[in-house]
């Protein structure tokens, strides 16, 4: 279950950032996938995931400033983040996932091992 994550960076607070996330067709066509993030010295959280009937949930903090998509000709998951702040940085993962039914993607169960992710900066 290799997906590859990419687009990391340093911003200023307000800026933006679009993360990459490919991963063979298999993969992309077939699971939801989900993206993380952990800060340092913080637990891993979800922070957007595709859910049941291309649902799409964010974590509340993120709401309004994260766009998740996916591009299945491309085999390829995007998180556009805007405005940016401090508490977004973090190593940001994607990883397919699986969610019991009827329940929040967010708290579903992700697959495989974690890859490197890529790192988000943000600072003045």
């Known amino acids: 279950l290799l997906l590859a994550e990419s687009g990391g960076g340093l911003v200023h607070p307000g800026g933006a950032l679009r993360l990459s996330c490919e991963g063979s067709?298999?993969?992309?066509?077939?699971?939801?996938i989900g993206w993380f993030r952990q800060a340092p010295g913080k637990e891993r959280e979800s922070v957007a995931c595709e859910g049941a009937y291309d649902s799409i949930e964010y974590l509340d903090s993120v709401k309004g400033r994260f766009t998740f998509s996916k591009d299945r000709t491309k085999n390829t998951v995007f998180l556009q983040m805007n405005d940016l702040q401090s508490e977004d940085a973090g190593v940001y993962y994607c990883?397919?996932?699986?969610?019991?039914?009827?329940?929040?993607?967010?708290?579903?169960?992700?697959?495989?091992?974690w890859g490197q992710g890529t790192q988000v900066n943000v600072s003045s």
């Open positions: 990883r397919p996932l699986v969610a019991p039914s009827g329940t929040n993607c967010l708290v579903g169960t992700p697959l495989g091992s």
């Open positions: 067709k298999f993969i992309i066509r077939s699971y939801n």
